[in-house]
């Protein structure tokens, strides 16, 4: 390795330390992150490395993933699946990590607060609560059926006269 290979590798390496440092990455995101300064064998050699001391590993950070989401934000399968590919992930790990998925209960979840928050003043009508709740869950990637019973759970849970 040359001289100004060396510092290229140096450089790039700490690159990717700092990008990794503030959350997990999946490979292509620090593939991509990398590459847009350095050759593609420096950032080969970067990835060895990282791969090498446990940095980078794309089940780990698929499983974290979904986890995070299923607490902070719940999301669907569908869109799960949306955000994984876009972060690289491979589509084996994806099916891997959104195997078992309770996408009922995230949907609850999900849909919960709006809900409580819509039908507060109690002059929400059924049809309008609905629409909108089927438009909110649907957005967030889950899929029809559940979100069907979902939107049907909450009116029963939260309507007038239940809340």
Same mark, same amino acid.
């Given at each position: ?78 869109? $799960? ?19 078992? $998925? ?34 909110? $869950?649907?957005?967030? @990637? ?11 759970? $909450? ?5 007038? @006269?239940?809340?």
């Amino acid at each position: 390795m040359e001289a100004s290979e060396s510092d290229d590798y140096a450089r790039a390496l700490q690159v990717a330390l700092r990008y990794v440092s503030f959350r997990q990455r999946s490979v292509t995101e620090v593939r991509r992150r990398v590459g847009k300064e350095f050759s593609q064998p420096v950032v080969e050699q970067v990835l060895a490395s990282l791969n090498r001391y446990g940095y980078l590993d794309d089940e780990d950070f698929a499983r974290r993933w979904r986890d995070n989401r299923e607490r902070r934000k719940p999301r669907g399968a569908f869109a $799960l699946r949306r955000e994984l590919r876009a972060k690289g992930v491979a589509n084996s790990i994806i099916d891997a990590t959104l195997e078992g $998925l309770d996408e009922a209960d995230g949907a609850y979840r999900a849909g919960e607060r709006r809900a409580q928050r819509w039908l507060e003043r109690g002059d929400m009508p059924h049809g309008t609560f609905r629409r909108k709740m089927w438009d909110y $869950l649907r957005r967030r @990637g889950f899929a029809s059926g559940v979100t069907r019973d979902t939107v049907a759970r $909450l009116w029963q849970d939260y309507g007038p @006269g239940n809340g």
